[in-house]
């Protein structure tokens, strides 16, 4: 009697960085996402292409008065509501709480909106600590100029849009870097991208480069506009919002080496599929060069 060979082990999960939301959850923080994305809109739409003064923070990144009064508008909101969330924001700093706690990043290209582009966009979190540390359960990317905002969770990612529209938000399936779109927040060569000859190597196999960057490459990709968004030093605030957005719309995040983009801030977003031999590619260009 022959004995059938053993089955083919399944291939392994791809990895989440998204916690599941519950339905209670979506009842109640939902429309409270959309509050939020509203106070943040009031203050930044009234200053934009306005010529606002322009301040440089400690790290020389710039900051208006857009960034700062979005934040403390969404901060009095969430103390009003929820006293005993924690917040972390990027203007002003921690707040300690309990269980869930707010992310914040009023204005996700800040040097955008200081140039009258119209890509940047407010980015907010919501994560939940079950016992093993915080992780988000919901984010959204919205776009002040545009009037549209994304909200998403692991189940799923939604398209809002100023005239009350909404839709399902998916990525579009991408299986080949020769006929994908590949965007990134500033141009491989420059500093502040600190690229190598992996990404080049991808950009010129790619159907389609641009940097069309900061929070809108994340919201290009979630809405099938683009198949790969590269960013590989962000702060959490910039990061967090993003992975359930991503995730919910069927795509994939990781950090820039592979692994959570949340313990080690950066950011290769997908469509899904070609994800990993991304990865090989800019992980082949630090070996070459010997980095680490």
Request: charged share 20%; with cysteine; net charge neutral.
């Amino acid at each position: 009697m022959n004995t059938p060979p053993p089955p083919s082990p399944s291939p392994p999960l791809e990895a989440r960085y998204s916690a599941p939301i519950t339905p209670a959850e979506r009842r109640e923080f939902i429309p409270f996402m959309h509050l939020l994305i509203g106070a943040a809109f009031a203050v930044i739409r009234p200053l934009f292409l306005r010529g606002v003064a322009v301040d440089a923070k400690a790290d020389a990144t710039p900051v208006t008065a857009a960034d700062r009064g979005a934040e403390a508008a969404m901060r009095r909101e969430i103390g009003r509501r929820f006293p005993d969330h924690g917040i972390v924001g990027e203007e002003y700093g921690e707040k300690a709480g309990r269980r869930y706690r707010w992310i914040l990043d009023p204005i996700d290209g800040t040097r955008a909106f200081i140039s009258h582009c119209f890509l940047f966009g407010t980015l907010i979190a919501l994560e939940r600590d079950d016992g093993a540390g915080f992780a988000p359960i919901l984010g959204a990317i919205a776009h002040p100029a545009a009037g549209m905002a994304l909200i998403g969770h692991r189940g799923a990612t939604r398209l809002y849009g100023a005239d009350g529209s909404e839709r399902a938000a998916r990525v579009r399936r991408c299986a080949r870097i020769e006929d994908a779109t590949v965007l990134a927040t500033a141009h491989w060569e420059t500093g502040e991208q600190r690229g190598g000859e992996g990404i080049a190597t991808l950009v010129r196999r790619a159907r389609m480069y641009r940097t069309w960057g900061d929070c809108f490459g994340y919201f290009a990709l979630a809405t099938g506009g683009a198949d790969v968004m590269l960013d590989p030093t962000l702060a959490y605030w910039d990061v967090a919002a993003v992975v359930p957005v991503v995730e919910g719309a069927g795509g994939r995040v990781s950090s820039w080496t592979g692994g959570s983009p949340l313990a080690e801030p950066s950011l290769i977003a997908t469509a899904g599929p070609m994800h990993d031999e991304v990865i090989r590619l800019i992980q082949a260009s630090k070996v070459r060069s010997g980095a680490t």
